[in-house]
Every structure is written in C-alpha cells, then in structure tokens.
C-alpha cells in the first residue's frame, strides 16, 4: 500500500474504533454511501446529457451545410455564406 506522509497511519486502537463505531451505527454505511452515490450520478447525468447535445449539434451542423449547398446551387448566397461554405 502506498505511504502518504500527510496521513498518519491506522492504528490497532484506531480500527477498533472504527468497528465499534460500524457495531453501534449501523446507519452510517447507507448514508455514507449515499451521499457518495449523489454526485457520480449528477455527473454522469450531465455527460450523458453532454453528448446527447453534441450529436443534435452535429445534426444542426448538417442542415445548415445542406442548406448553404442548395443556396450555392441557385447562386443566391452572399459573401459571408460563401465563405462559410469553403471553409467548412
């Protein structure tokens, strides 16, 4: 196991402690690992979130390269779609 030389070690009297508190409060495991539970789910919510937004971008993208292409095709873009266009 690594050493940090910030954390002092654990103690046989620190693990008894440590039982003892589990033995007395069981409760203390379920809301422990619910509060953990609270953010990785904010976070994967958020990047599933994320990439849902990214490929409706992509597709939006792509309709407006459509569009600038059938525009091209008729000779009605201005000098900004042009542009645009080449640089795609």
Known sequence: MLN???APRATEEDKEKFFTLINDKPWLIPSTVLLEIIPVSIIA?????NCRLKKRLQIEHQKTVREYIKKSETGKLTQEEFYYL???
């Open 45 to 49: 919510y958020g990047f599933w979130k």
């Open 86 to 88: 080449k640089h795609i």
């Open 4 to 6: 940090h030389h910030c």
